[in-house]
Structure formats: C-alpha cells, structure tokens
C-alpha cells in the first residue's frame, strides 16, 4: 500500500470507518469526510452509510474501499 501521507491527515492506510457519502466527485466516486479529510469511495452514491477500508492516503485526499453497505 503507499502512503503519502502527512501529520495533519486523521486517518491512516488500513484504518477502518463508517462513513456517510455526502457529495458525489467528478469522476463518480462518493465522497465522504472524515474530520474534514475529504476521501474518495468509488460504487456509492449520496447518502449511503458505508463502511469503508482506507486503500491510499495523500496530502489533500484519500481514497478507499468499500467494506460494507447499511
């Protein structure tokens, strides 16, 4: 897994959350928010209440897997 992250970031690479998608980006992927930290879950859509495994941190962004639908 790569990490490319940086002290202000509050989530790590393998950290596991339930997240809410609040938005949906450009290229599809839900966003959801973690402490502001905006992350990237790609095959959901606004609303949903996943669980998710976070895949690769960056400065501004993380992207993740989705874990589990509720």
Do not use: C, W, Y
Not at 36 to 54: A, M, Y
């Amino acid at each position: 897994m790569f990490n490319e992250q940086e002290n202000n970031a509050p989530i790590s690479a393998g950290g596991v959350h339930d997240v809410t998608i609040e938005g949906i980006a450009r290229e599809g992927d839900g966003i959801a928010r973690i402490q502001g930290f905006v992350i990237f879950v790609p095959g959901t859509k606004v609303g949903d209440n996943v669980t998710i495994t976070i895949e690769k941190v960056m400065r501004k962004f993380a992207i993740a897997a989705l874990t589990e639908k509720s």
